[in-house]
C-alpha cells in the first residue's frame, strides 16, 4: 500500500543544494512528502534551473516588484502555495525575513533549516562567528518557523567538530552542509509523522 504524501513547497533564494537533497529524499516511494512547488524571491537562484530540469513547478516571485512592503510579496508567495495544494513548507536558505502575516498563516506547517547550533549564532555569517567565538562544536538546526527570526522550537541538530587551528569558515560551511544535508530530510520526515520535537533522541540528534 502507498503512503500518502504531503505535499510541500521549498522556498530558496540561491543554490539550492538542501533542496535538491529534499528532492532527493521526496522521490523516495516510501518519503511521507512530494515537492509540488519549489518558489524563489529571486529570478536568478540556480535551484530553480535545477528543479525545473527535473521537471518540477519552480517559479520566481521577486520580492524587488514589491519595494518594502514585505507582507504584499508574502500575499503573492501565499497565494502561489495555496494555488498549488501546498500543506507544508520548506525555507532552504529563503534569504528573506518574514513578516507575521507568511509565520502566522502557516505556524506548525513551516520549518526552517539553519547552520549553527541554535540558539547560538543567530542571523548570518554563522561559521566565521563560531570560529571567532572559540567553540569546538558546531553544526546545524532544523526548526519551525515564528515571527522572531531563528528562534522557532527546535526540532532537530546535527554536530560537527571544529578544529581552531585549521578551519576557515568556508571549510566548516563544508562540513556543516554535509550534515545539512542529512538533517533536512530526516527533520522533515519526523514533523510529518508527528513526531517532530523530541520524542527520542534517534532520528534528531547527528553526531559525526
Ligand atoms: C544553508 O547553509 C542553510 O543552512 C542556510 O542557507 C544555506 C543555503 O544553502 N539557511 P543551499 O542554498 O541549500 O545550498
Known amino acids: 500500500m502507498s503512503i500518502r504524501k504531503t505535499p510541500i513547497a521549498i522556498l530558496i533564494s540561491g543554490r539550492g543544494s ?76 529563503y534569504m528573506r525575513l518574514l513578516t507575521p502575516f507568511l509565520t502566522d498563516a502557516w505556524a506548525g506547517r513551516m520549518i526552517n533549516i539553519h547552520p549553527s547550533l541554535l540558539p547560538l549564532f543567530p542571523g548570518t555569517h554563522t561559521h566565521e562567528r563560531a570560529l571567532e567565538a572559540g567553540v569546538r562544536i558546531h553544526g546545524c538546526t532544523v526548526h519551525h518557523v515564528t515571527a522572531g527570526m531563528d528562534e522557532g522550537p527546535i526540532i532537530a541538530q546535527a554536530a560537527v567538530p571544529v578544529f581552531p587551528k585549521e578551519d576557515t569558515a568556508d571549510d566548516l560551511a563544508a562540513r556543516v ?27 534528531r540528534l547527528l553526531v559525526v
Open 177 to 203: 552542509l554535509v550534515q545539512e544535508h542529512v538533517l533536512y530530510p530526516a527533520a522533515l520526515k519526523a514533523v510529518l509523522a508527528g513526531t517532530g520535537g523530541c520524542a527520542s533522541n534517534e532520528d
Open 18 to 93: 538542501n533542496m535538491r537533497s529534499l528532492i532527493a529524499a521526496c522521490a523516495e516511494p516510501d518519503f511521507p512528502a512530494s515537492v509540488e512547488l519549489v518558489l524563489s524571491n529571486k529570478e536568478d537562484a540556480g535551484g530553480l534551473d535545477y528543479a525545473r530540469s527535473l521537471g518540477l513547478r519552480a517559479e520566481a516571485v521577486p520580492h524587488r516588484a514589491f519595494g518594502k512592503d514585505r507582507e504584499a510579496h508574502e500575499r503573492a508567495i501565499d497565494a502561489r502555495l495555496k494555488e498549488a495544494g501546498i500543506e507544508f513548507i520548506c525555507l532552504a536558505g
